[in-house]
């Protein structure tokens, strides 16, 4: 809404002695650093009055864990409201809103995958709270295979729409670069290499057919909204962690999509060029703002948690911009963390079932393993965080190494 505003009064803003200062309000890079700064202050500024309002609903959760001295841990967090994800997906979508280039189609795909994991996630937050759908006493939300489903009826549509804009919008001279917003992209790989003077794609470029991206894509996003899910589960975790990744995905955006008049920066960093999906680098920078704000009532003690309507939407989201910008391979490094603890829990049940009730970890996702086994939550976080950083710290080294 701001950008758009600003595009129709550009030539009167740059006109304008006391008004040229605005001219900044065109570099994405600007704007992203502003929809961090603003998702955090609307959560900052409304996450007391939210909380108060759970409070009154008497949404409040009361986790519950197939281990007693788990539970002994954890029931000092009885009753403390959750459905927390609704303040944050209401900031990055306000945030998006207000400093996002509303025109772009990659804007607002990520709107309707927010918006709709939004929505998933309240329905299974609800049921978990106010149904008991199974049985009495249960914490039932919406069955696995029902989750599945919306999940990936979410990626179908996402990935049939990134691919069929990729291969069809005129948005560069040049219709032979097109076909990068379906490569494959890999460390050490080349998408271009230098010739004559100029930048053409790699001929070992690869191109993946429709049908495998759209499988791509169900395998991302739906496998990041899960893990996510999976991470949210200790004071500070899910949101601190993703505070970090979004954030490597704010830079990674803005190499994908970034061009200025002859220079294009994913030219010479040979990774793909996304036209447009620069815009994405906002919607990031929202999820880092937001991710901070947030933090900022649910570090130990929480007094909110996300619940699944906010680790859903913010799993799916970052999954949905890595398949925008080619940089699935890099969710999987920098979102280390999200990935070992989905396998720590697929491992541990698959063993389970094997053996007839033996387990790899004294219990899953891993970050109770390490709780049960000695450290306090607060070192298992902040250590998940170091993590994090670290890894989204070699990621975007590797981005140089091709």
Same mark, same amino acid.
């Given at each position: 809404?701001?950008?758009?505003?600003?595009?129709?009064?550009?030539? %009167?803003?740059?006109?304008?002695?006391?008004?040229?200062?605005?001219?900044?309000?065109?570099?994405?890079?600007?704007?992203?650093?502003?929809?961090?700064?603003?998702?955090?202050?609307?959560?900052?500024?409304?996450?007391?009055?939210?909380?108060?309002?759970?409070?009154?609903?008497?949404?409040?959760?009361?986790?519950?864990?197939?281990?007693?001295?788990?539970?002994?841990?954890?029931?000092?967090?009885?009753?403390?409201?959750?459905?927390?994800?609704?303040?944050?997906?209401?900031?990055?979508?306000?945030?998006?809103?207000?400093?996002?280039?509303?025109?772009?189609?990659?804007?607002?795909?990520?709107?309707?995958?927010?918006?709709?994991?939004?929505?998933?996630?309240?329905?299974?937050?609800?049921?978990?709270?106010?149904?008991?759908?199974?049985?009495?006493?249960?914490?039932?939300?919406?069955?696995?295979?029902?989750?599945?489903?919306?999940?990936?009826?979410?990626?179908?549509?996402?990935? /049939?729409?990134?691919?069929?804009?990729?291969?069809?919008?005129?948005? $560069?001279?040049?219709?032979?670069? =097109?076909?990068?917003?379906?490569?494959?992209?890999?460390? %050490?790989?080349?998408?271009?290499?230098?010739?004559?003077?100029?930048?053409?794609?790699?001929?070992? $470029?690869?191109?993946?057919?429709?049908?495998?991206?759209?499988?791509?894509?169900?395998?991302?996003?739906?496998? !990041?909204?899960?893990?996510?899910?999976?991470?949210?589960?200790?004071?500070?975790?899910?949101?601190?962690?993703?505070?970090?990744?979004?954030?490597?995905?704010?830079?990674?955006?803005?190499?994908?999509?970034?061009?200025?008049?002859?220079?294009?920066?994913?030219?010479?960093?040979?990774?793909?060029?996304?036209?447009?999906?620069?815009?994405?680098?906002?919607? !990031?920078?929202?999820?880092?703002?937001?991710? =901070?704000?947030?933090?900022? %009532?649910?570090?130990?003690?929480?007094?909110?948690?996300?619940?699944?309507?906010?680790?859903?939407?913010?799993?799916?989201?970052?999954?949905?911009?890595?398949?925008?910008?080619?940089?699935?391979? =890099? /969710?999987?490094?920098?979102?280390?963390? %999200?990935?070992?603890?989905?396998?720590?829990?697929?491992?541990?049940?698959?063993?389970?079932?094997?053996?007839?009730?033996?387990?790899?970890?004294?219990?899953?996702?891993?970050?109770?393993?390490?709780? /049960?086994?000695?450290?306090?939550?607060?070192?298992?976080?902040?250590?998940?965080?170091?993590?994090?950083?670290?890894?989204?710290?070699?990621?975007?080294?590797?981005?140089?190494?091709?």
């Amino acid at each position: 809404m701001i950008y758009l505003l600003y595009e129709s009064l550009r030539e %009167f803003i740059h006109g304008s002695g006391w008004l040229g200062g605005l001219g900044v309000l065109r570099w994405v890079e600007f704007r992203a650093v502003m929809a961090i700064i603003v998702s955090f202050a609307i959560v900052v500024g409304f996450g007391k009055r939210t909380i108060r309002w759970l409070l009154k609903q008497k949404i409040g959760d009361n986790p519950e864990f197939y281990h007693t001295d788990l539970n002994q841990l954890m029931k000092q967090k009885a009753n403390t409201p959750t459905m927390g994800g609704l303040l944050i997906c209401a900031s990055i979508f306000v945030t998006t809103i207000l400093v996002a280039d509303l025109s772009s189609f990659y804007v607002a795909m990520a709107m309707v995958c927010l918006l709709w994991l939004l929505a998933m996630g309240v329905a299974d937050d609800w049921l978990k709270l106010t149904s008991a759908r199974r049985k009495p006493g249960s914490r039932e939300g919406l069955y696995t295979g029902e989750k599945l489903l919306l999940q990936i009826g979410l990626a179908i549509v996402l990935g /049939l729409f990134i691919h069929y804009h990729g291969m069809t919008k005129q948005t $560069l001279d040049v219709d032979s670069t =097109l076909p990068m917003s379906a490569a494959l992209n890999l460390p %050490f790989l080349k998408t271009w290499v230098y010739q004559a003077g100029g930048y053409v794609p790699a001929e070992n $470029l690869i191109v993946l057919p429709r049908w495998v991206f759209v499988m791509l894509a169900i395998l991302v996003i739906v496998g !990041a909204s899960n893990a996510v899910n999976l991470t949210d589960g200790m004071d500070g975790l899910a949101s601190g962690t993703m505070a970090i990744v979004a954030f490597a995905f704010v830079v990674l955006a803005v190499i994908a999509g970034y061009s200025h008049q002859t220079f294009v920066l994913a030219e010479y960093l040979l990774v793909p060029y996304i036209p447009q999906s620069d815009e994405l680098a906002i919607v !990031a920078g929202a999820m880092v703002g937001a991710c =901070l704000g947030f933090l900022w %009532f649910n570090c130990a003690p929480a007094q909110v948690f996300m619940g699944d309507s906010g680790s859903l939407p913010l799993g799916g989201l970052i999954g949905y911009i890595a398949i925008v910008i080619r940089q699935e391979f =890099l /969710l999987l490094v920098i979102g280390g963390i %999200f990935v070992i603890e989905a396998l720590s829990v697929i491992l541990q049940v698959g063993y389970f079932k094997m053996t007839g009730g033996k387990r790899v970890f004294r219990c899953a996702p891993i970050h109770h393993h390490f709780h /049960l086994g000695g450290w306090t939550e607060q070192q298992v976080v902040v250590r998940f965080w170091i993590i994090t950083a670290m890894l989204a710290a070699l990621a975007l080294a590797t981005i140089k190494l091709r």
